[in-house]
């Protein structure tokens, strides 16, 4: 009966949640993760966030007032790049980069151990003393990585340490999408890369990936509202040519609004590597003003398009970490969130949770936890509380396993996506290692609107 009752309220909703489809709904309604080998506790949920909004009243979650301080922090941040008159401590950082990864102990592709000798390469090619030589604004022109030594090539942990290898490759800083304002420090030893500092974090780009910005253009830029990709891989057109594809979560300037069709400036690379801006007309379905109407249903509508993603570590492949997924969602909302997820679990209010039971961890989320608007962090780790399920808190993350351990060998039975769960995910695992659940680990939680630390 609930059920259906939650069908109903969900295709009663408003407009932008009533087009979802019927078969989308039934996915989220009668299935609960029927991937073979994935069973587990904690999983057999609905994994439709709009399906679990749908109890929610949909009423704003903030005050307009603190909607918009929020999304005045949120633009400072994101054009902070281009208010820097300096690389942001660059020449610490690939210090700090080789001193962790160049002393051995890192592997390679082919599961091998990378020579001192491939380090020192990148170290050269790096020209760490060469920080600050250009010192010129840029904005990202498609999908890219951020890198911390200027090669594609992977540096993993021994694979058979337990959770390394595989996808965890620590040169992978980040995934930066398309138009972000950038400052460029310098360039590797063959010109092809550079160093460049997003408003959340720094790292070697492809130099074909961003384009030079003037002052003039970029204050251009930052005088114009702003819009935000909400349909995930969205493809960006030039006339007949198809320019790049967006995930959830990219800003773009916008131009103008209208009922069925926005008009966003898009970034080009010009032979010289100059940045060039576009006019382009794009669905209103796909591309929305920002920020965002803070509601549980529009948040678990943003949400939706997040659902069923491959673990991506710092974006490696194209894909979302567990910080990525909640910077991106939270994004178009007009909040604001650092990189990583020690820094997200600190953002805002906090409130501890450490030397709590799991039961009194599970009352306190319940009875003071948002829906939607509320963070749930651990070392490592970082959820989005979505609400409750037959009195189970829900979270929506990007995980990739659950710890385990046979006959006394640590192990990980991955999950490798984003899903939602109970935070006793995996307690039916045989060898799930007790007292190291989420609900075990879980130490804060952090409401990101209620005003910065």
Known sequence: MKNRQAEKAVMKSRPQVRAISAALLLMGILFFFPVRGEALAGLEVSQSPLFHAASLPDVPLVSEERQHELFVEMREQFFSPWTQTEPRKATETLEWVFDRYGKGGIFG???KPRPLSWVAEQRKAS?????GELNRFAVSVRQSSLRLMPTEEPAFFSPDLPGEGFPFDYLQNSLVHPGEPLFVSHLSEDGLRAWCDTSYASGWMHLHDLALADAKTAEYWMELPLAAVVSENTVFRW???????????????????????????????DLDGRLVVREVRISAEKVEPV????????LAAVAEEFTGEL????????????????????????????????A????????????????????VIKSQGMPFLTLLGMPGHI???????????????NMWGVRTERKGVEGRFVVGRCVLSTLDIGSDHPDHVPGRLLIDRLNRMAFPAAGHQ
């Open 109 to 111: 592709e082919n599961l």
């Open 344 to 363: 997200q679990a600190g953002i805002g209010e906090v409130l501890s949770l450490e030397n709590l039971s799991p039961e009194e961890k599970k009352k």
């Open 127 to 131: 020209r760490i003393g060469a920080a």
């Open 383 to 397: 959820m989005l509380y979505i609400g409750t399920c037959k009195g189970e808190p829900l979270v929506l993350h």
């Open 239 to 269: 006339g007949e040519m198809s320019l790049f594809r967006a995930k959830a979560g990219t800003l773009l300037p916008l131009v103008s609004r209208g009922i069925t069709e926005n008009r966003v400036l898009i970034p080009f690379r």
């Open 311 to 342: 673990y991506g570590w710092g974006g490696y492949l194209g894909n979302r970490d567990c910080s990525a997924m909640t910077r991106d969602i939270l994004l178009p909302f007009g909040i604001w969130l650092p990189r990583n997820s020690a």
């Open 291 to 298: 920020p965002l109407p803070l509601t549980p249903w529009k």
